[in-house]
């Protein structure tokens, strides 16, 4: 069932890709069908701006809860505002993620959704960009993706130095809402692909996390203050650039409860390899502690 988008808001497409910008309405305002109507144009542009918002934190937080389970960042502190729900970063002249990223991947259930605040935005720099999963994954050859369908990787929360903090997951995973395949791996916080020897995984990472980046398939965001973004964490992922002077403040909502599955087409079966422990490998010994555990757990049960 489609869903009709207010003849009031203007929605404007800024790149091929991926990303609207959308004004006529404040999120205070909004009531269930203006939810649904969120929630419509972002399947279809997977990150959304919403200009001139400039929201209490009270207003955004009550805007990510009608999109689910609202939680802070598990292993960073907010500098100024204290809020359970809220992820609050300041920084100077750096201090931002600028590695391509999913949020928080190294759960076993990872963001579902985050809603950013533009607090305070420098004159210069401090961009955003997004890249769409669905056309990495559309944009490989067909060999390239039936290999990645038989895979999983493992991810760790090693960028914030919580290494024993891990997870794996499909490195295609398919879209519960829109039934997209999407290619699911990023250079933060993934380590490895599972069913492959160290070297092979390496190769296979590198150049799958740069394909990633290929211009065509993202979006560069020039921040004002006061503007919402809120982005699929589902089949996207993002980047800060890191060439700004002054102070950036941003609030962010997460919205968590994602579950992570598989691509399932009827030539795909998963291969699993027994492998050695290799002294030269941090990542195989990484895996190796992961795999042992989840066994212990299975066996617990």
């Known amino acids: 069932m489609s869903i009709a988008i207010p003849s009031s808001w203007d929605v404007t497409r800024l790149a091929g890709a991926l990303g609207a910008e959308v004004r ?9 069908a203006g939810i649904e109507s969120i ?12 200009p001139d918002q400039h929201p209490d934190v009270d207003t955004h937080v009550s805007f990510g809860r009608h999109f689910g389970k609202l939680e802070g960042h598990p292993h960073l502190k907010n ?11 300041a920084a100077t002249n750096g201090g931002v993620a600028d590695e391509w990223h999913t949020d928080i991947t190294f759960q076993e259930q990872p963001a579902l959704m985050s809603i950013l605040h533009m607090v305070k935005s420098p004159e210069v720099g401090g961009d955003t960009m997004w890249s769409s999963l669905y056309a990495a994954y559309n944009e ?7 290999l990645c369908e038989g895979l999983t990787a493992l991810h760790d929360a090693l960028p914030h130095n919580h290494p024993e903090r891990m997870t794996t997951h499909p490195v295609v995973r398919v879209h519960p809402e829109t039934g997209k395949k999407a290619l699911y791996v990023n250079e933060h ?3 490895r692909i599972v069913e492959m020897n160290a070297t092979e995984s390496d190769a296979l990472l590198a150049y799958l996390t740069r394909w990633v980046t290929n211009p065509r398939f993202t979006v560069r965001y020039r921040w004002t203050e006061g503007t919402v973004a809120m982005w699929d964490n589902r089949c996207t992922q993002h980047f800060v650039l890191n060439d700004f002077e002054g102070e950036r403040i941003i609030q962010r909502v997460t919205v968590m409860g994602d579950k992570p599955v598989g691509a399932q087409n009827p030539r795909w079966q998963p291969w699993v390899r027994p492998g050695r422990l ?9 895996l190796f502690q992961y795999l042992k555990s989840k066994e212990a757990e299975k066996q617990a049960s």
Do not use: W
């Open 278 to 286: 290799s002294a030269t490998s941090r990542h195989d010994r990484q």
């Open 79 to 89: 500098p100024y505002t204290q809020h359970p729900e809220l992820f609050e970063l």
């Open 24 to 32: 006529g309405f404040k999120l205070a305002d909004l009531d269930e």
């Open 39 to 50: 929630k419509a144009l972002l399947l279809e542009h997977l990150v959304l701006f919403f």
């Open 189 to 191: 916080f993934t380590r």
């Open 140 to 146: 490989l050859s067909a060999p390239m993706q039936e």
